[in-house]
């Protein structure tokens, strides 16, 4: 009902949460028999947020990408969940009242499906987002909110390391420059000697949009660019002025010499259209940093580049994304997505010991 809905002013990168809980959310009610998680639907329901109009386009068009059936390539990416799921679980049966950070939690709701009744859960995000969480989330018995910067050396003194340390960071540590990832890994080893962390990562070579497309088994990638191409259009049907005209200025910056003929989607279209594939690609590229907001892209090649910075990590485990997920409910253009995905290591969750 429209009056318990809670309206959500969030901005910026933050806003970048509702994404994944938005798939994981998809997944649940379509998908059940992948991924369930109740707390998700229930949060979806309660926000009082257009996912589908976001300020964060790439997102927002992620999201408009279905495969055959329906299901959207972003809650796809939340399968990450159930790795995480089978990480925390595997760490607190051997350390049943262990420590476990959720690190840029969002509105990531782990905790109330890996819950063993004794670990003690932390959820760990920017005092913007926290208030959100807040809001919407009461801290339970036995979770503690930390409404500190992951950069904040503080917030390691607020852990309790009696049991155990584990980690699990989910679709944050892409948002930092390189540095900021080193200055991070480094205070985990200083602080949670023994510790354990995972996250996802793509790796560097398929980090740029252009080597994006190549994700898709290559009798997938036509349809794929008419996909985009097509949530593209819905996404300019809605969005706000601001973000065509930011789309438009990029248009003009790009470094190639063809522009469109206007500034209406038509245009745009026609124009891309009769770009050769090699200045697709570098447009590409450039868009690329552009969803990012500008943002450095930090992305390492593979987990052992972790174990060069610092001796006291070493690799524990690299999963594929979809390793181990069942696929047979799925129709056969998404299951030889998830394995041409996996067997090119296209994109991994990564356990390490710190
Ligand atoms: C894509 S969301 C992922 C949220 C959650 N892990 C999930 O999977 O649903 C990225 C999150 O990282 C948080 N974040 C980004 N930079 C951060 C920082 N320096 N310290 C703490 N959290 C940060 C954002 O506020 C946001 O909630």
């Given at each position: 009902m429209q009056q318990d809905k809670v309206k959500i002013e969030l901005g910026g990168m933050s806003a970048s949460m509702f994404f994944p809980l938005w798939g994981r959310a998809q997944l649940s009610k379509k998908y059940s028999s992948l991924f369930y998680d109740a707390k998700a639907i229930e949060l979806v329901e309660k926000i009082d947020y257009d996912f589908s109009t976001s300020g964060i386009p790439f997102q927002d068009i992620l999201s408009n990408i279905s495969f055959e059936?329906?299901?959207?390539l972003l809650s796809l990416f939340s399968l990450r969940a159930k790795q995480f799921d089978e990480k925390v679980k595997a760490y607190i049966r051997e350390r049943p009242r262990a420590s476990v950070v959720n690190i840029g939690a969002g509105l990531d709701t782990t905790f109330y499906h890996v819950d063993n009744g004794t670990i003690h859960w932390y959820d760990l995000d920017l005092p913007a987002v926290i208030d959100v969480r807040r809001q919407l989330l009461p801290e339970p018995e036995r979770v503690t909110y930390i409404a500190k910067s992951l950069l904040d050396p503080s917030w390691c003194k607020d852990i309790n390391t009696d049991n155990g340390v584990f980690m699990v960071a989910g679709?944050?540590?892409?948002?930092?420059e390189e540095a900021e990832v080193k200055q991070f890994f480094s205070m985990l080893t200083d602080n949670f000697p023994d510790g354990e962390i995972v996250f996802n990562f793509r790796p560097r070579s398929g980090a740029s949009i252009d080597a994006w497309m190549d994700q898709f088994p290559p009798e997938q990638r036509d349809a794929m660019m008419a996909a985009w191409m097509e949530a593209m259009n819905g996404w300019w049907e809605k969005a706000p002025q601001d973000q065509k005209d930011n789309l438009n200025d990029m248009i003009a910056a790009l470094k190639i010499s063809t522009k469109p003929k206007g500034k209406e989607w038509s245009d745009i279209k026609a124009w891309w259209e009769k770009l050769k594939d090699t200045e697709k690609a570098e447009a590409m590229a450039e868009f690329w940093t552009f969803f990012r907001g500008g943002v450095g892209l930090w992305v390492?090649?593979?987990?052992?580049?972790f174990t060069k910075w610092d001796s006291r990590i070493t690799v524990a485990d690299q999963v594929p994304l979809f390793k181990n997920i069942p696929r047979d409910s799925l129709s056969a253009e998404v299951r030889r997505f998830m394995d041409y995905n996996d067997e090119r290591g296209k994109a991994s969750v990564i356990h390490l010991r710190v």
């Open positions: 059936g329906g299901l959207p679709g944050v540590l892409s948002w930092l390492p090649e593979d987990a052992s580049e």
